[in-house]
Each structure stands twice: as structure tokens, then as C-alpha cells.
């Protein structure tokens, strides 16, 4: 009895696995939820930019629904999606901000600039197609952050932003600039004579006329004593004289060495003096000139300097200690100078130049600094694939005839 007990629970077993396996394959499997399909569907239909078709009516069962993958969507489908291409199946959205020079906003609400002319001629090369989205400097970064964006012109490298974004090679090196005060050309050339640089450079001037004119008296006192006087007082005073006007080459006559070796010394001064006169005039020009560097942080030393906010100059000048007053952009910050909030403003040299041609109001010039902290560059989203392609473009234009027009048009530097 036993035995034919075991037997029957054998039987028994063995029909119930014969039946399972008769079951169709789909029915031994799970059915994934229907919101995680729809969700995946959607998902890769926003990826290309159209919108999921509506479901078959006529359910999991239907003709349609056969098609599909696991997913919920066509195979043929999955394939389309995942051949578009940015900037060509898809235009690119490209977020632009009024920066001058680099891209300015137009009356009529077109874009021009130096960032922006680069771009243009790049993506023409590449084969993009693209929109150009206007926004302000707050949006642009979280428009890129947050995928609305594909690109952001003319954006400062800065570490922040590094760390953000992918940023290209630099379209271009600007050095930071410092506006001041404007004075007539008069007031500059003036206050350029009285620095100590060039009046060192005067006194040393004397010590060697002196040496000169001592050494011409010594040969010529006993033997041109009408022009060399004995007199030790008058007779340095004599050689002074002969050889201030001999350096100048006006030469007027009234003094001449006429002993062999006296003639010799002054034709070695003469030749020297060529170069001496060529130093001078050389060192006066540069001390009297309008733009002339500036030293930092000396020269903004106990000066309240307006920066916009996030820049690379706000980045350099905080490192030095410089006492700086951050706002939303060059306008502000001119603004602000204006009315006396800050002493001066700090930032890329040719936009502080174009704010200052562009508005006649501004009483100010602009100096520039031995410092260059502004790379101009376009910002991508981290990872992105327009990274490179974009990186050979702008290394090839640097280094092109097109490329210094394109800044020779915008840039006076």
C-alpha cells in the first residue's frame, strides 16, 4: 500500500509539471507595470523631440501592440531616436547674453559680436542648426544646468563654472582693465613728468652730462681757454653746456673742442648720444601715455572697486585683498561709479572700452593691467559632445586669417 502511495504522489507530480510546460511563454513571466512603460516610452520620445503616439485601443492583444518592444515602443522607433544627432536631426538651443564685445543685442533685437560671429562660422562649418535664446546671465547658468540649454557664449572661465560646466578653449584672452578719471591730454603728459621714475631718470641724465662735460674741460682748459674757461666753477659750467647741446645735436657753436683728443671725446658723445636721446624721449612717451598699465593691488590700494558679480576679475582682485562691491553687470557697476558708490571699475579691458565709447556720459578712460584673467569661452552642459568638435573649430580659427578679422572687427587692442 505504501508503495503504491509513493506511486500515485509520482504520478501526480509529474502531470502537474507537464501542465505548467503546455502554459504559453508569456504567462510564465511577470508583465512589467503599465506606468513604467509609459514612463520609459515617454522618455525616449522627449529624447527626440516628438511626442509619444497614444496607446492602441485595442490593448496588449492588438496588431499594434505586437510591434512593440519591451518598453511599450515601436523597435523602429528606438532606432530613430537613438540616431538623432544634436544640431543637425535637432536644433540646439543656444543661450546668449548682451556681454559687449564679445555679443551685443542689436535695436531690432539681433545678435553680432565677437563670441557670437564665432559661433556662427563654426556651426556653419559643423552643420548645426541652432536658436539663439536670449536670457540674463542668472538664467543662462541654470538654463545649462538644467538642460534647456545646449550652450552659453561668451561666458568667463572661472573655477566655479569649470567645475558646473564643460568649457571650450578660449575664443579669446582679454586683460583686465581699471577705468579712471579722464584728464586732457595736457594734465596726463604733465602728470607723467612728475612721477619719480622719470625724474630719476633726470637726475641720472645730469650726472653724466657732468661726467662728460668734466672730462672735455680737463683736455680743452689749457689750450681753449676762450671756450673751456680755467676757472673750475666756470670752466665744468662750460662743459655742462657743450655737452647737454652736443647730445641733442643742435650744436650751437659757441663751444668746440679743437685739441685731437677734445674731438675724439666728442665724437664718441656724439654717437652716444644718439642712443641716450632715443631712451629719453622713448621713456617720456610711455609716462605720458594715457593708457598706460597699472600696477596691482597698489594702484586700487584704499579704492572701492566695482566688479560684476562671478567674474574673473571679482576672482582676481578678491585674491589680493582689494576691497570690491559686486553687481549684476558693466551698466550697474558704471553706474554705481557714477553716483560715487565705488572709485573705479574692474573688468575685461575691451568691455569696459566698449561701455565707455558707447556711452558719451562717462567721464572716464581705461587702463589696463599686467594681469589677463578673462577667458572668453563657451560653456556646455558636463559631458557634452559638442566639446571637441567645437575645441578643433575655435583652434583653427585662432590661428586663421578669419579668425584676427573677426577680432580686428570688434577688438581695438
Not at 68 to 92: K, M, Q, S, Y
Not at 221 to 250: C, H, M, Y
Given at each position: 500500500?505504501?508503495?503504491?502511495?509513493?506511486?500515485?504522489?509520482?504520478?501526480?507530480?509529474?502531470?502537474?509539471?507537464?501542465?505548467?510546460?503546455?502554459?504559453?511563454?508569456?504567462?510564465?513571466?511577470?508583465?512589467?507595470?503599465?506606468?513604467?512603460?509609459?514612463?520609459?516610452?515617454?522618455?525616449?520620445?522627449?529624447?527626440?523631440?516628438?511626442?509619444?503616439?497614444?496607446?492602441?485601443?485595442?490593448?496588449?492583444?492588438?496588431?499594434?501592440?505586437?510591434?512593440?518592444?519591451?518598453?511599450?515602443?515601436?523597435?523602429?522607433?528606438?532606432?530613430?531616436?537613438?540616431?538623432?544627432?544634436?544640431?543637425?536631426?535637432?536644433?540646439?538651443?543656444?543661450?546668449?547674453?548682451?556681454?559687449?564685445?564679445?555679443?551685443?543685442?542689436?535695436?531690432?533685437?539681433?545678435?553680432?559680436?565677437?563670441?557670437?560671429?564665432?559661433?556662427?562660422?563654426?556651426?556653419?562649418?559643423?552643420?548645426?542648426?541652432?536658436?539663439?535664446?536670449?536670457?540674463?546671465?542668472?538664467?543662462?547658468?541654470?538654463?545649462?544646468?538644467?538642460?534647456?540649454?545646449?550652450?552659453?557664449?561668451?561666458?568667463?572661465?572661472?573655477?566655479?563654472?569649470?567645475?558646473?560646466?564643460?568649457?571650450?578653449?578660449?575664443?579669446?584672452?582679454?586683460t583686465m582693465g581699471v577705468t579712471s578719471e579722464r584728464s586732457t591730454r595736457v594734465v596726463s603728459v604733465l602728470t607723467g613728468l612728475m612721477e619719480w621714475t622719470f625724474l630719476r631718470l633726470v637726475l641720472g641724465l645730469c650726472v653724466l652730462l657732468l661726467i662728460v662735460g668734466t672730462i672735455i674741460w680737463l683736455i680743452e682748459r689749457r689750450r681753449n681757454t676762450e671756450q673751456f674757461s680755467r676757472s673750475p666753477l666756470k670752466g665744468l659750467g662750460d662743459g655742462f653746456?657743450?655737452?647737454?647741446?652736443?647730445?641733442?645735436?643742435?650744436?650751437?657753436?659757441?663751444?668746440?673742442?679743437?685739441?685731437?683728443?677734445?674731438?675724439?671725446?666728442?665724437?664718441?658723445?656724439?654717437?652716444a648720444g644718439l642712443a641716450v636721446s632715443s631712451a629719453l624721449t622713448a621713456t617720456i612717451?610711455?609716462?605720458?601715455?594715457?593708457?598706460?598699465?597699472?600696477?596691482?593691488?597698489?594702484?586700487?590700494?584704499?579704492?572701492?572697486?566695482?566688479?560684476?558679480?562671478?567674474s574673473s576679475s571679482e576672482v582676481a582682485l578678491g585674491r589680493e585683498g582689494v576691497s570690491l562691491r559686486s553687481y549684476a553687470d558693466l551698466a550697474s557697476a558704471f553706474a554705481a561709479m557714477s553716483e560715487g558708490a565705488v572709485d573705479t571699475v574692474a573688468g575685461a579691458a575691451p568691455a569696459l572700452r566698449h561701455v565707455v565709447s558707447e556711452d558719451g556720459g562717462l567721464s572716464a578712460r581705461v587702463e589696463t593691467t599686467a594681469l589677463d584673467p578673462h577667458y572668453i569661452t563657451i560653456a556646455l552642459a558636463q559631458g557634452s559632445p559638442l566639446r571637441e568638435p567645437l575645441n578643433v573649430q575655435i583652434l583653427q580659427r585662432l590661428t586663421s586669417e578669419s579668425g584676427w578679422n573677426l577680432s580686428l572687427r570688434y577688438l581695438d587692442e
Amino acid at each position: 500500500m505504501r508503495f503504491k502511495s509513493h506511486v500515485r504522489a509520482v504520478l501526480a507530480a509529474a502531470a502537474l509539471l507537464a501542465g505548467v510546460a503546455a502554459l504559453p511563454v508569456g504567462a510564465q513571466q511577470l508583465e512589467a507595470p503599465a506606468e513604467a512603460q509609459d514612463r520609459r516610452a515617454g522618455e525616449l520620445f522627449e529624447r527626440g523631440g516628438i511626442a509619444p503616439s497614444e496607446p492602441s485601443p485595442g490593448g496588449a492583444g492588438s496588431e499594434a501592440a505586437s510591434d512593440a518592444d519591451a518598453d511599450g515602443v515601436p523597435d523602429g522607433e528606438v532606432a530613430r531616436l537613438e540616431e538623432l544627432r544634436p544640431g543637425i536631426d535637432v536644433p540646439l538651443k543656444v543661450g546668449v547674453g548682451h556681454r559687449p564685445p564679445y555679443a551685443i543685442r542689436t535695436r531690432d533685437d539681433a545678435w553680432m559680436g565677437l563670441a557670437v560671429d564665432y559661433w556662427r562660422v563654426m556651426a556653419e562649418s559643423l552643420g548645426w542648426r541652432y536658436d539663439l535664446v536670449a536670457l540674463d546671465d542668472a538664467a543662462l547658468e541654470s538654463g545649462l544646468q538644467n538642460g534647456d540649454l545646449d550652450a552659453v557664449l561668451a561666458l568667463t572661465a572661472t573655477p566655479r563654472r569649470e567645475e558646473l560646466f564643460d568649457l571650450t578653449h578660449p575664443l579669446h584672452t582679454a586683460t583686465m582693465g581699471v577705468t579712471s578719471e579722464r584728464s586732457t591730454r595736457v594734465v596726463s603728459v604733465l602728470t607723467g613728468l612728475m612721477e619719480w621714475t622719470f625724474l630719476r631718470l633726470v637726475l641720472g641724465l645730469c650726472v653724466l652730462l657732468l661726467i662728460v662735460g668734466t672730462i672735455i674741460w680737463l683736455i680743452e682748459r689749457r689750450r681753449n681757454t676762450e671756450q673751456f674757461s680755467r676757472s673750475p666753477l666756470k670752466g665744468l659750467g662750460d662743459g655742462f653746456w657743450w655737452a647737454g647741446v652736443t647730445l641733442t645735436t643742435i650744436g650751437y657753436g659757441d663751444k668746440a673742442p679743437v685739441t685731437a683728443l677734445g674731438r675724439g671725446v666728442a665724437m664718441v658723445w656724439m654717437l652716444a648720444g644718439l642712443a641716450v636721446s632715443s631712451a629719453l624721449t622713448a621713456t617720456i612717451v610711455t609716462l605720458a601715455d594715457a593708457d598706460a598699465g597699472v600696477d596691482l593691488p597698489e594702484s586700487l590700494s584704499g579704492r572701492m572697486v566695482g566688479v560684476v558679480a562671478g567674474s574673473s576679475s571679482e576672482v582676481a582682485l578678491g585674491r589680493e585683498g582689494v576691497s570690491l562691491r559686486s553687481y549684476a553687470d558693466l551698466a550697474s557697476a558704471f553706474a554705481a561709479m557714477s553716483e560715487g558708490a565705488v572709485d573705479t571699475v574692474a573688468g575685461a579691458a575691451p568691455a569696459l572700452r566698449h561701455v565707455v565709447s558707447e556711452d558719451g556720459g562717462l567721464s572716464a578712460r581705461v587702463e589696463t593691467t599686467a594681469l589677463d584673467p578673462h577667458y572668453i569661452t563657451i560653456a556646455l552642459a558636463q559631458g557634452s559632445p559638442l566639446r571637441e568638435p567645437l575645441n578643433v573649430q575655435i583652434l583653427q580659427r585662432l590661428t586663421s586669417e578669419s579668425g584676427w578679422n573677426l577680432s580686428l572687427r570688434y577688438l581695438d587692442e
